[in-house]
């Protein structure tokens, strides 16, 4: 029986949340320059969307590029930039062509103008269709994100058009960027690594996360079922126990 198959259909999260990471470390490995690895990273991200749109997950959300990833050299920037903008530009058709919704959360307003209006373009082109949603975050943090929500609600307030007794979790999440998307059920970070690097930090209170020594440019859809069957082997407990599940 295959990792697919093994997977129980009405089990599957519905939203899955993705650190993709140890591009550099991979072409380094391999003596090629860093964007070698990025160059390599969008195999997987293929991977990932196909496989979750063939499964039936409603959302999965990449982290493309933080906002601590501007602090990279220059030339590194640049060229993920370029890489984004011709991946976008590949894989228009595909997405249309499989229902597939993009959204993004993030500070676009940062990114090179060109590869914004890309992105807008695709997000607009795609903005009725009804399958997958892919979002990408992009020049993203989540603390900034929750900062930015604060801002947002203490001028609501300012304004008389919320009483501070009236803010419960759900009026809180509709003024994150993610207003709309349901949590994460599961994380995956690739490389080995066991951080949550700023991201969904909110929205990932009651995760369950998994973790992976494989490098980004080498995970496969295999390597995805392999989580997800790790996934539906837990017990989502929420702080009750397990006898009053
Ligand atoms: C982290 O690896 C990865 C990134 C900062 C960029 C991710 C981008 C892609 C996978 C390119 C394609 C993406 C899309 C959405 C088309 P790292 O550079 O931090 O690796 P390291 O930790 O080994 O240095």
Same mark, same amino acid.
């Given at each position: 029986?295959?990792?697919?198959?093994?997977?129980?259909?009405?089990?599957? $999260?519905?939203? +899955?949340?993705?650190?993709?990471?140890?591009? &550099?470390?991979?072409?380094?490995?391999? &003596?090629?320059?860093?964007?070698?690895?990025?160059?390599?990273?969008?195999? $997987?991200?293929?991977? +990932?969307?196909?496989?979750?749109?063939?499964?039936?997950?409603? /959302?999965?959300?990449?982290? =493309? /590029?933080?906002?601590? !990833?501007?602090?990279?050299?220059?030339?590194?920037?640049?060229?993920?930039?370029?890489?984004?903008?011709?991946?976008?530009?590949?894989?228009?058709?595909?997405?249309?062509?499989?229902?597939?919704?993009?959204?993004?959360?993030?500070?676009?307003?940062?990114? #090179?103008?060109?590869?914004?209006?890309?992105? !807008?373009?695709? +997000?607009?082109?795609? %903005?009725?269709?009804?399958?997958?949603?892919?979002?990408?975050?992009?020049?993203? %943090?989540?603390?900034?994100?929750?900062?930015?929500?604060?801002?947002?609600?203490?001028?609501?307030?300012?304004?008389?058009?919320?009483? $501070?007794?009236?803010? @419960?979790?759900?009026?809180?999440?509709?003024?994150?960027?993610?207003?709309?998307? #349901?949590?994460?059920?599961?994380?995956?970070?690739?490389?080995?690594?066991?951080?949550?690097? @700023? /991201?969904?930090?909110?929205? %990932?209170?009651?995760?369950?996360?998994?973790?992976?020594?494989?490098?980004?440019?080498?995970?496969?859809?295999?390597?995805?079922?392999? =989580?997800?069957?790790?996934? *539906?082997?837990?017990?989502?407990? /929420?702080?009750?126990?397990?006898? *009053?599940?």
């Amino acid at each position: 029986m295959s990792l697919k198959e093994k997977l129980i259909k009405d089990k599957l $999260p519905n939203h +899955v949340a993705i650190i993709m990471d140890g591009n &550099g470390r991979w072409a380094i490995r391999k &003596g090629a320059a860093r964007i070698f690895g990025h160059q390599n990273g969008v195999t $997987p991200v293929d991977d +990932v969307v196909k496989a979750s749109a063939e499964l039936g997950i409603k /959302f999965v959300t990449l982290y =493309a /590029f933080s906002t601590e !990833n501007w602090g990279r050299p220059l030339e590194e920037i640049d060229a993920l930039m370029g890489l984004l903008v011709s991946t976008i530009k590949k894989e228009t058709k595909k997405l249309l062509e499989n229902n597939i919704r993009l959204l993004t959360i993030g500070d676009l307003t940062k990114l #090179p103008e060109n590869t914004r209006r890309e992105l !807008n373009q695709l +997000v607009q082109a795609t %903005s009725a269709n009804t399958g997958l949603t892919v979002i990408l975050a992009l020049s993203y %943090s989540s603390r900034h994100e929750i900062i930015l929500a604060a801002r947002k609600i203490i001028q609501d307030a300012i304004a008389g058009k919320l009483l $501070p007794e009236e803010m @419960n979790p759900e009026l809180f999440e509709s003024y994150l960027q993610t207003a709309g998307i #349901p949590d994460p059920e599961l994380l995956i970070r690739t490389s080995g690594e066991y951080r949550i690097s @700023n /991201f969904l930090l909110y929205q %990932s209170a009651y995760t369950e996360l998994y973790f992976t020594s494989k490098l980004w440019p080498d995970f496969r859809a295999e390597d995805y079922y392999e =989580a997800l069957l790790d996934y *539906q082997n837990r017990e989502r407990r /929420f702080g009750k126990t397990s006898e *009053q599940l």
